[in-house]
């Protein structure tokens, strides 16, 4: 307001020529003042930021501490800071997909149940939504830190005999283990993704020309598990089983082996994050299915669907479209709240980078990686979105 | 309806650049981090002293707001010296991972937060160590029932460590020399690292012993009490803890160095808090007489150039004590005794040993 | 008796409707049925059993912070400065039903309990007095006659709000802004925050929506940018 109106005043004293009438002349030097304008922040910054050291070489430099978590990385404290940092991204990356897969689940869930005409459950939705959503998130991460920390102790741990280990050090699954042949199965998998896929798209495109029912779907799907079975059999299925059990090594310590570990660090952020973020695109989806009109629900129900087929083929693709923007947003946030883990000691990029800093006394040169970090992981995720959204909205309504 | 706006947008700004411009006249003065520290804290008329307040003994933040503990009194000590009062002391909270650049930006003039003097730390993070005041050395704490006796036991083993420490780098120096297998879990605070350590998702707890001295003495009855610990006899490096400054701030760093020194002279010459107004009126012998700033036999009173009055060790003794009564009062509860230890004074066969007021 | 069998033909019937319509829904209404209770009961027990004396103790350091003693009355005074406008505007701009004052009420009433002492009753009376006074003057009296101009007093009462919140705490040699702590510290941040970034964002959103390519380009970058790293990496840096 303030520029618009030394402009009025500028304007009209420079108001003798018609040069400096035209439109166009008013624009430039507007914009110019304003980069001039920004200039000038930039500079100050940029020299407060030159006192300070800005080389990346101490990244390099041997790391020292150990890490409680490395998934894909065999990461010691021997490697370099960078190493410990790429440790830390996969950690991230690893809790942001689990996070966004299951946000989106219990989202749509939740919106569908809050729509529902079931007085009871709609109502425990409305709760949920409250409850969870006013309330902080780093709260609530501890909270779940809390309750995990509440199961059996490791000496009592639950044992479900060659299946699964329960105890407040992590929940152990059964997981695969991969051996040489089984690189081989997974390109004959691959393969069978690929000709079920191809062959859908020829089926389909042969009964759109021909009008016959070809039930391509099943099809490609019968198509894809022969030829998995096939790999299967013929590579002599190259799969061990790796099964958990707890046990005590010489010196009466409690040692897990085997299995795939979901320690409670993990599983506490991922159930507070999930929740968290999962009122809010229950929020969204309720949102989105009030704005379609009610002649679609009613008609599908005219027509005989049951609930169920009324909201997966008619309520919620239509709904699609009004919610991938909003729900970019939370998945963007549900990426950057997991830079909270720091408090429950999960190594995410945002806590190895916290100690890097402490180790090293260089945060600013860190502070641009992280930033950069972050930036990268929001453009995926905004570009994946952006696809699904143009198929979304391909049809003008 | 311009100018109406106008007027808005102005008094808007104005009363809004009224309020920063008042509390940047404050702030400039403690940010700026050239020029000496000490003409700063005199012109302020407080000192910006950055601590702990969740460690027993050292630094812990009473319900009604006031802090209390072994660093807290060498704060107020630092005040009493250069402004007269040790109650001119404004506590800054800091946590392990924010402390060096809150010392760093401005935001504190001296850091006293049981900080381990290291070469990297001394260098790289461009700050400087005064005197030590408490020898310490870092140490295991685990469960009694668990059966382990060393280091060497612990293989295999999940143990809790704050994050941005030594103790965290130390933890993997130790254990991996040996090729002991472990898995460490790295905290920021310790609220949730002992909520960890009670309900044994760790192994092992380790820190300073002093720190697991006092953190042992609180453990709730709940979860075994203190008796359901035992810190392991190992001391796994060296951990001197002391005042920090800036670098570059001589005037500053002498000032807090001495006032240490002075404080342990004070124990080994034995003027105590009720006895410095009549040794300074009386000093015993010219060395005493030179750390309470008085002229001794009616001579001459030395002026040592601190930049700050020369009768400094009297207030410091008589509101604060010497080095001995404010370890008693903190440290002692905790069980943790001079004699024997590193914190005796050299006389007694320990470290505490000043250079001579001269 | 008609009356009788009236009501509970309804309430069979709203039943039917709302909770049994049909397999599914029956399955779903014992399952919710359940789980709340559950929940319930867990919470109830955690609420008899936990220990309540940390909150007790540290009570004053949780609501202010290391405020000296003998500031309390300017934590007081913020309160009802806020809750005034608060309910002056809601008069003036919104509509209470029974349910809202109701949740309301209840809401304020459990954090009196936990928070409140005995000597700070009367204060606490206070409070719900001057709430009660300000909504109904704003409704019956200021929304009837003096509409237009009450719109523009709250308005520019709430954009002078924070520098006369910041004005009682420093006025009269105030505790420094370092020992400001507590809830106290919340309310404030959140309504700098709040307030402090409604222009802000107005600007941005203007300026990303210009027609002039500089300031949308420099719109855009200082957006993208904070938006894209975390919170508490912004904290850090600062």
């Known amino acids: 307001m303030f520029n618009s109106f030394f402009l009025k005043n500028f304007i009209s004293w420079l108001d003798k020529s018609s040069f400096l009438r035209r439109r166009k002349t008013r624009r430039l030097s507007f914009q110019f003042l304003f980069l001039v304008f920004i200039a000038l922040i930039f500079w100050y910054l940029v020299s407060k930021a030159m006192q300070l050291d800005l080389g990346f070489s101490h990244l390099n430099s041997r790391a020292g501490f150990g890490l409680s978590h490395s998934f894909l990385i065999d990461y010691t404290s021997n490697d370099s800071r960078w190493q410990a940092y790429f440790t830390g991204v996969v950690n991230t990356i690893r809790i942001c997909s689990l996070g966004i897969l299951l946000t989106t689940i219990l989202g749509t869930v939740m919106g569908v149940v809050r729509l529902s005409s079931n007085f009871l459950i709609s109502k425990f939705s409305a709760l949920y939504i409250e409850i969870l959503r006013n309330t902080p998130l780093l709260v609530q991460i501890v909270f779940w830190q809390i309750i995990f920390l509440k199961l059996p102790q490791i000496s009592d741990a639950i044992i479900v005999g060659g299946f699964t280990a329960i105890s407040n050090r992590g929940i152990l699954i059964p997981w695969i283990d991969a051996n040489p042949k089984s690189e081989i199965f997974l390109g004959i998998v691959l393969i069978a993704v690929l000709v079920s896929i191809i062959s859908k798209i020829f089926l389909n495109r042969k009964e759109d020309v021909t009008g016959q029912k070809l039930h391509s779907n099943s099809v490609s799907l019968v198509i894809f598990f022969v030829i998995s079975l096939v790999g299967l059999l013929g590579t002599g299925i190259p799969f061990n089983w790796d099964i958990p059990s707890i046990y005590q090594n010489e010196f009466g310590t409690y040692m897990q082996s085997g299995g795939f570990e979901l320690s409670p660090e993990f599983l506490a952020l991922l159930f507070a994050l999930v929740l968290y973020t999962g009122t809010f695109v229950t929020e969204i989806v309720r949102g989105s299915i009030q704005s379609l009109p009610k002649g679609q629900s009613e008609a599908a129900q005219a027509l005989g669907f049951s609930s169920y087929q009324r909201i997966i083929l008619v309520i919620l693709p239509q709904a699609l479209r009004s919610i991938i923007p909003p729900l970019t947003n939370q998945y963007l946030n549900l990426t950057k709240n997991s830079s909270l883990a720091v408090v429950i000691a999960y190594p995410d990029l945002f806590m190895v980078s916290r100690t890097i800093i402490n180790n090293s006394g260089h945060a600013l040169p860190m502070f641009f990686v992280i930033l950069f970090t972050y930036l990268t992981l929001s453009l995926i995720i905004s570009l994946i979105m952006n696809i699904l959204n143009r198929q979304v909205t391909k049809v003008r309504v | 309806m311009y100018k109406k706006t106008l007027l808005i947008c102005l008094s808007l700004i104005l009363s809004y650049s009224f309020l920063i411009g008042c509390q940047a006249e404050e702030e400039t003065a403690s940010s700026s981090t050239s020029g000496s520290t000490l003409d700063v804290v005199l012109e302020r008329g407080t000192l910006k002293c950055g601590v702990n307040d969740n460690l027993t003994g050292f630094g812990v933040v009473k319900p009604d707001g006031s802090f209390e503990g072994f660093d807290i009194d060498y704060c107020k000590a630092i005040a009493a010296a250069i402004l007269g009062d040790s109650g001119k002391v404004e506590y800054v909270p800091l946590t392990a991972s924010a402390r060096f650049t809150a010392l760093g930006s401005g935001e504190v003039d001296v850091l006293i937060r049981n900080t381990t003097w290291t070469a990297s730390r001394d260098r790289e993070l461009a700050q400087d160590f005064t005197a030590t005041t408490f020898y310490d050395g870092q140490g295991m704490m685990v469960y009694a029932d668990s059966g382990y006796k060393t280091i060497e036991d612990m293989s295999g083993a999940t143990v809790c460590v704050l994050q941005g420490t030594t103790t965290e780098l130390n933890l993997d120096d130790r254990f991996t020399k040996s090729g002991i297998p472990y898995t460490p879990l790295t905290f920021e605070t310790n609220d949730p690292l002992q909520a960890a350590f009670e309900e044994k998702r760790c192994d092992g707890w380790t820190t300073d012993k002093s720190g697991l001295a006092s953190k042992r003495a609180e453990f709730p009855a709940s979860a075994g009490g203190p008796d359901a610990l035992v810190v392991l006899a190992e001391t796994i490096s060296k951990e001197p803890l002391g005042p920090l400054t800036r670098d570059n701030d001589s005037e500053f760093y002498d000032v807090v160095q001495w006032v240490v020194f002075g404080m342990m002279q004070a124990e080994e010459s034995g003027i105590t808090s009720s006895n410095v107004s009549s040794m300074a009126a009386n000093p015993k012998d010219p060395g005493m007489a030179r750390l309470l700033g008085v002229g001794f036999d009616g001579g001459e009173v030395q002026d040592f150039q601190f930049g700050i009055p020369k009768d400094f060790m009297q207030k410091v003794i008589s509101q604060v004590g010497n080095y001995g009564e404010v370890y008693d009062r903190h440290l002692v509860p905790l069980g943790l005794t001079r004699e024997g230890s590193f914190n005796a004074l050299w006389t007694d066969g320990g470290l505490i040993y000043a250079p001579p007021f001269r | ?238």
């Open chain 3, 1 to 238: 008796m008609r009356l009788i069998e009236g009501i509970i033909r309804d309430g069979f019937f709203w039943l039917r409707e709302n909770l049994f319509k049909s397999f599914f829904n029956s399955f779903m209404t014992l399952l919710s049925v359940v789980l709340v209770g559950y929940l319930f009961y867990g919470f109830l027990g955690f609420l008899v059993n936990a220990d309540w004396t940390v909150v007790e103790v540290n009570r004053r350091l949780l609501l202010l912070g290391r405020l000296p003693i003998g500031n309390e009355i300017r934590g007081w005074s913020i309160l009802w400065l806020s809750l005034s406008l608060i309910c002056i505007s809601m008069g003036i701009w919104g509509s209470l039903n029974v349910k809202d004052i109701l949740i309301v009420f209840v809401i304020s009433l459990i954090t009196f309990f936990i928070f409140g002492t005995l000597d700070s009753i009367y204060l606490i009376l206070i409070t719900y007095f001057l709430a009660f006074i300000a909504y109904s003057f704003s409704t019956y009296f200021l929304r009837k006659k003096y509409l237009e101009i009450s719109k523009k007093f709250l308005i520019f009462g709430w954009i002078f709000i924070i520098p006369i919140f910041i004005f009682i705490l420093l006025i009269g040699n105030g505790p420094s802004p370092t020992l400001w702590g507590g809830f106290l510290l919340n309310i404030i941040l959140a309504s700098v925050a709040i307030i402090a970034g409604f222009p802000l964002g107005l600007f941005l959103g203007l300026g990303r929506a210009s027609s002039f390519p500089v300031i949308k380009l420099a719109s855009t970058l200082y957006i993208e940018v904070i938006r894209g790293a975390p919170l508490v990496a912004w904290l850090l840096l600062a």
